[in-house]
């Protein structure tokens, strides 16, 4: 069975640091992979997407993340934070032969501090 | 602006008392997604609609319908509300197979409280 996982579930940092958010997901078929944002009482918000081509997907807000084929990772990385990233990011993918349904990860609390 | 619409954002209701969320979409999209996400977990897809086909996940409780009467609107029923069915809902939309993206778009929530 396909499934994703994120294997922290905070991340602490402070201000301007970089973050790196991990992701892994396993599958025999191809995917499709997003990471989307979730603010406090909002719903979720795209931050990029790997669908083909070139493996490093740059997104909003300055995030980027880069499509590892052999080590089935999708991280998302941000070389330096602002307290307004506070939230929680989800990575998700989408199995090539079932495209309307997203199998999400359990989700990465980033916490920024000053 | 293109949007997901949801209505209300907060929603009380006593238990057992049937309540219904709204959704609605300015996309056109074919696809119409209903989520329950508890605090502190992932989004749990309850069903979906394909145009007017509706599929059910196999974990989705009786208690959870839903009407999909036009493209644009797609409604959610909670027949009778227990206190475990406290929740955020959220809807979303895709444009469906075949389309290039198949990104969902996620509309703002609704939070259920069930007292």
């Known amino acids: 069975a396909q499934s994703v996982t994120q294997l922290d579930s905070q991340v602490p940092v402070f201000e301007e640091a970089p973050v790196e958010l991990r992701c892994n997901y396993s599958s025999s078929v191809s995917v499709y992979l997003f990471w989307y944002v979730q603010y406090p009482n909002q719903g979720l918000q795209l931050l990029l997407k790997?669908?083909?081509?070139?493996?490093l997907v740059k997104g909003i807000n300055g995030f980027e993340a880069e499509f590892n084929k052999s080590q089935t990772s999708f991280h998302l990385r941000k070389p330096s934070v602002h307290i307004s990233d506070t939230a929680e990011y989800f990575c998700?993918?989408?199995?090539?032969?079932?495209?309307?349904?997203?199998?999400f990860g359990t989700g990465t609390r980033l916490q920024v501090f000053p | 602006d293109a949007m997901v619409i949801q209505n209300p954002r907060y929603q009380v209701t006593q238990f057992g008392k049937p309540v219904t969320l709204s959704c609605s979409q300015t996309?056109?999209?074919?696809?119409m997604y209903w989520y329950q996400q508890k605090s502190s977990q992932a989004p749990k897809l309850l069903f979906h609609?394909?145009?007017?086909?509706?599929?059910n996940e196999a974990d989705t409780p009786d208690n959870f319908q839903s009407r999909r009467p036009n493209t644009s609107f797609c409604f959610l029923d909670i027949r009778s509300p227990g206190l475990g069915d406290a929740a955020m809902y959220l809807c979303?939309?895709?444009?469906?197979?075949?389309?290039?993206?198949?990104?969902?778009?996620f509309g703002p929530g609704t939070r259920l409280t069930v007292t």
């Open positions: 996309l056109n999209h074919n696809v």
């Open positions: 790997y669908l083909s081509g070139s493996t």
């Open positions: 998700a993918v989408i199995i090539s032969y079932n495209t309307d349904k997203l199998i």
């Open positions: 609609y394909y145009d007017k086909d509706f599929n």
């Open positions: 979303a939309t895709s444009r469906g197979a075949g389309a290039s993206s198949y990104e969902q778009y």
